[in-house]
């Protein structure tokens, strides 16, 4: 699945050593976790099963974020197609939302003798599972994965976006001032649940826009009654245009500083970039101009008076300023000018026969429930004591205990500079940096902690040998490294040679022939690399 030159470079760092320190999880690490997920039912949430999945699949979208930010091997992405799992995970995120819709505001009023904890991790469960689609959702073929559920995951999207437009403006008129002690002592547990629960309802729909915009980048691929059940069914596209009007994405903030929500967070924006597109408002623009450019959805989706007057409302936003950031939806601005001269039906027509496919999981998950045993039950599992209390520190140092997490959270910062960085170290993957010029800089403070990171430890049984190395030792079981150096797992003494041409051991001291053996010099350049001497017998492995 992945190339055999990067599959073999992964498994000879895992064997060194060398792949826990920039990584969360190893590839074999992740394998295993996304074969382990399975589908949980609507009894199993809150107990201890439930938070072992939730577990996991946090360390899997840590894990593909790092990926996916360094453009390295996304080896969670390829796990998840491969033991097709994400339907489970579409899966996984309505069955949270129907929990969540169901069962907590049955126990609402006992949230003070709950662990504040574990009732988060019950909300935020659903924005952990979304935050890992819109990741692996990016690539083509984990969108023809998801294929069996795509028409519930749509069906999900459309809700968020719909919840969006209901609650954009109280979350915009949000007080902006930092929470002092004081005022963070005088609220309520119900206070803070209702602000929490808000919070991560508005990141779950900025994250389903990303996903509506991944989906419909694939029209080509994606089944005709997903197409359907967007166009016709939920007519998204009058839920987008309004939202180009709204923006909920920007928020002014107390002092009158604009503020965008971007990486899960509000962040200041300077003067000089407002007229910068957002990232969730360019999102928008190209999921609509992908339903509504693409011929096949031209056909599935019958022009009328509602949906023409609501279409030319983007007419003017479609700038200048917009088309240089965006030149794609050049073409788009025109096919709205000649829909403007056209003219179209009043009400769409009424076809005899219809035949299409329904989502079905949250149907599923809802039908037949007595809800108020459920929330009991839930009230049960989620009781605080002193036990749960350690589980759940030992929990959080284990997941959120690392810098690679500390890292996505806050963002790298160049060790250098203290500037947003985006490269790190390539020998020890720990440092980062934001330009080869402040690396180069820092060197001689980071070396020494640089190749302490890299070389394996003395007791560990394995020793570094680069082939340049003027020895006599037979290795076996080697592996080959791309970087000139090769990994011993046996070594075995062997006497000198006799008397070669390069070789001259009668002029030098028996003390120095040893040392020579000994030393392990720096690897050169695979591409300036010397071969091996003759003297030097290597077991070479392809």
């Not at 099963?49 to 996916?68: P, R």
């Not at 339907?87 to 819709?101: G, I, N, R």
């Not at 096949?296 to 007057?309: P, V």
Request: aromatic share 8%; charged share 30%.
């Amino acid at each position: 699945v992945h190339g055999e030159k990067a599959f073999k470079e992964r498994m000879e760092r895992i064997a060194a050593g060398f792949e826990t320190s920039g990584d969360v999880l190893t590839y074999f690490e992740a394998e295993k976790l996304v074969e382990e997920l399975e589908p949980l039912s609507i009894d199993d949430y809150a107990d201890k099963k439930f938070f072992k999945q939730d577990e996991k699949l946090q360390k899997l979208n840590i894990q593909a974020h790092v990926n996916a930010m360094l453009r390295s091997d996304e080896f969670v992405k390829e796990a998840f197609v491969t033991f097709d799992k994400l339907v489970t995970l579409v899966h996984e995120l309505v069955l949270a939302e129907t929990w969540k819709a169901n069962v907590l505001p049955l126990s609402r009023n006992d949230l003070d003798s709950l662990s504040s904890y574990r009732v988060y991790l019950c909300m935020y469960h659903e924005a952990t599972v979304a935050n890992i689609l819109e990741v692996l959702l990016y690539h083509r073929d984990a969108v023809e994965a998801t294929e069996a559920a795509l028409i519930d995951l749509t069906d999900y999207a459309y809700r968020k976006i719909v919840w969006a437009h209901s609650a954009a403006t109280r979350i915009r008129d949000r007080p902006k001032k930092p929470v002092t002690a004081e005022e963070l002592l005088k609220k309520t547990r119900a206070q803070e649940h209702q602000e929490q629960a808000e919070d991560i309802e508005f990141g779950l729909a900025m994250m389903s826009l990303t996903i509506v915009r991944y989906i419909t980048d694939q029209t080509k691929s994606i089944p005709v009654s997903t197409l359907h059940h967007l166009l016709v069914e939920k007519d998204i596209l009058c839920a987008l245009v309004p939202l180009l009007e709204e923006r909920p994405w920007i928020r002014t903030n107390d002092k009158g500083e604009r503020e965008k929500f971007e990486n899960y967070k509000w962040i200041v924006v300077p003067r000089s970039d407002y007229a910068t597109v957002p990232k969730l408002e360019a999102q928008v623009w190209l999921s609509i101009y992908n339903l509504f450019m693409d011929p096949e959805c031209r056909k599935k989706y019958e022009i009328t008076e509602f949906r023409k007057s609501n279409l030319l409302r983007l007419r003017k936003y479609m700038n200048e300023l917009l088309i240089d950031q965006i030149p794609v939806l050049t073409p788009m601005l025109r096919a709205l000018e000649e829909l403007s001269i056209v003219n179209v039906n009043a009400t769409p027509q009424i076809t005899g026969f219809i035949v299409q496919q329904v989502p079905e999981l949250r149907a599923k998950f809802s039908t037949g429930r007595d809800w108020k045993a459920l929330a009991q039950r839930a009230r049960e599992l989620l009781r605080q004591d002193d036990q749960m209390q350690k589980e759940d520190f030992l929990r959080m140092a284990e997941l959120y205990g690392s810098d690679v997490v500390s890292g996505l959270l806050e963002g790298f910062k160049c060790q250098k500079c203290k500037q947003d960085a985006s490269k790190r170290c390539k020998r020890c993957k720990k440092v980062w940096y934001c330009s080869r010029e402040c690396q180069v800089a820092d060197w001689p403070q980071h070396k020494p902690n640089c190749v302490a990171v890299e070389e394996p430890k003395k007791d560990d049984g394995i020793r570094l040998v680069p082939r340049e190395e003027k020895t006599t030792e037979v290795l076996r079981e080697d592996k080959p490294k791309h970087d000139g150096r090769k990994l011993v797992t046996e070594v075995i003494e062997q006497p000198q040679p006799q008397v070669q041409q390069h070789v001259q051991p009668q002029e030098q001291p028996k003390a120095q022939q040893e040392t020579q053996q000994q030393q392990i010099t720096e690897p050169t350049h695979p591409e300036k690399e010397a071969e091996p001497p003759k003297t030097s017998k290597f077991d070479e492995l392809d």
